[in-house]
T-cell receptor, first 116, second 117 residues
């Protein structure tokens, strides 16, 4: 079945360490996205990529980095510069729909990062 | 800048009753799309329904319908015949500039719905 796989599901990190969250999709979607979710908050955009080898910063990109070397993969690195990295991270993908604008985002199951 | 407002942090509804979850939006674009997602306790985001700004009729998908009032900039989700499995967080989201293709969605803060037996 097609879908988005995020790993790991749970991750613990010591302060000062970088950590990379994996996101892989087999939907042949062009665009991929990373969102962060905190309790009581909606989803906030970290980075997104509309095509391979290109990506744009979202609203809260500071302390994060991404790469898009393959269409299927969009890993997110949480660096030590991110002051409050404990959160739930959601990866999504989409493709251009027949109806302009109705590009539904398909989400992975999420990765929960806890900084100790 | 786009903005989505969901004013109800939490809602309760009796099983088999209908419930309306509020969503208002702010955009200067004439062409935009509105989405509703459900997030169960497992964390995964599930797409429910979509409404384009030029769609003349309200969108419906099974028990879900979107009450779209363009002049008021509101896009409320109506769930009919609530079921225990409807208990979840519900997020309203928007994409403007529809011709831009795969641009990100902007999300509201969500409403937690609890269905009571």
């Amino acid at each position: 079945d097609g879908g988005i796989t995020q790993s790991p599901k749970y991750l613990f990190r010591k302060e000062g360490q970088n950590v990379t969250l994996s996101c892989e999709q087999n939907l042949n979607h062009d665009a991929m996205y990373w969102y962060r979710q905190d309790p009581g908050q909606g989803l906030r955009l970290i980075y997104y990529s509309q095509i391979v080898n290109d990506f744009q910063k979202g609203d809260i990109a500071e302390g994060y980095s991404v790469s898009r070397e393959k269409k299927e993969s969009f890993p997110l690195t949480v660096t030590s510069a991110q002051k409050n990295p404990t959160a739930f991270y959601l990866c999504a993908s989409s493709t251009r729909a027949v109806l302009s604008g109705a590009n539904v985002l398909t989400f992975g199951a999420g990765s929960r990062l806890t900084v100790l | 800048a786009q903005k989505i407002t969901q004013t109800q942090p939490g809602m309760f509804v009796q099983e088999k009753e209908a419930v309306t979850l509020d969503c208002t939006y702010d955009t200067s674009d004439q062409s935009y799309g509105l989405f509703w997602y459900k997030q169960p306790s497992s964390g995964e985001m599930i797409f429910l329904i979509y409404q384009g700004s030029y769609d003349e009729q309200n969108a419906t998908e099974g028990r879900y319908s979107l009450n779209f009032q363009k002049a008021r900039k509101s896009a409320n989700l109506v769930i009919s015949a609530s079921q225990l499995g409807d208990s979840a967080m519900y997020f309203c989201a928007m994409r403007d500039s529809l011709d831009s293709g795969n641009t990100p969605l902007v999300f509201g803060k969500g409403t937690r719905l609890s269905v009571i037996a």
